[in-house]
T-cell receptor, first 114, second 113 residues
Framework: GENVEQHPSTLSVQEGDSAVIKCTYS??????FPWYKQELGKRPQLIID?????GEKKDQRIAVTLNKTAKHFSLHITETQPEDSAVYFC?????????????FGIGTKLQVIP | DGGITQSPKYLFRKEGQNVTLSCEQN?????MYWYRQDPGQGLRLIYY???????QKGDIAEGYSVSREKKESFPLTVTSAQKNPTAFYLC????????????FGNGTRLTVT
């Protein structure tokens, strides 16, 4: 089955600096890669996603890159703000026997220091 | 107001008792999922369902059971066979097709003593 590895597990940055979170996946059949943000005590919410036919996608201060050959994708947050502090999860989605299986990484706890 | 409702928010049970967590969605989504969240282990897939009356085991299905009698509902039963049931449980749903995101409920925190 699919295996998604995510690192680092924790990340502290100064406000205004950039943050990068990296994920790798094992199954080349995965074709959709969403990123979720989970604030303390709340549900995970989608912040950005990328499809396998796209190499990069940007939405304001957030960008995601995908390297299909190397099977890795990354989240980039620029000009970080205290409200960016949260746990971020990457995921890989694939069709498995007619079912759509979504596998998550272990999460990265991002702390933005004012 | 469309969304996914999980109830209750907090649940306490004695060891050896089965307990059922509720998940209801009014998003008209076909696919529904149950994940377990433990500190440092991310979200691990328990069961998922694509259509009514059909579901698949995820990566950690042992000690859990589900049913999908209605499109809107996907209850999860944590049985006494689950060795470490205390955790935060998240239900999610999505539309058909791999290229669509999951929508999560607010979760149920289960504590078994």
């Amino acid at each position: 089955g699919e295996n998604v590895e995510q690192h680092p597990s924790t990340l502290s940055v100064q406000e205004g600096d950039s943050a990068v979170i990296k994920c790798t996946y094992s199954d080349s059949a995965s074709n959709y890669f969403p990123w979720y943000k989970q604030e303390l005590g709340k549900r995970p919410q989608l912040i950005i996603d990328i499809r396998s036919n796209v190499g990069e996608k940007k939405d304001q201060r957030i960008a995601v890159t995908l390297n299909k050959t190397a099977k890795h994708f990354s989240l980039h947050i620029t000009e970080t703000q205290p409200e960016d502090s949260a746990v971020y999860f990457c995921a890989a989605s694939m069709n498995s026997g007619g079912y759509q299986k979504v596998t998550f990484g272990i999460g990265t706890k991002l702390q933005v220091i004012p | 107001d469309g969304g996914i409702t999980q109830s209750p928010k907090y649940l306490f049970r004695k060891e050896g008792q089965n307990v059922t967590l509720s998940c209801e969605q009014n998003l008209n989504h076909d696919a529904m999922y149950w994940y377990r969240q433990d500190p440092g282990q991310g979200l691990r897939l328990i069961y998922y369902s694509q259509i009514v009356n059909d579901f698949q085991k995820g990566d950690i299905a042992e000690g859990y059971s589900v049913s999908r009698e209605k499109k809107e509902s996907f209850p999860l039963t944590v049985t006494s066979a689950q060795k470490n049931p205390t955790a935060f449980y998240l239900c999610a749903s999505k539309t058909q097709g791999t290229e669509s995101p999951l929508h999560f409920g607010n979760g149920t925190r289960l504590t078994v003593t």
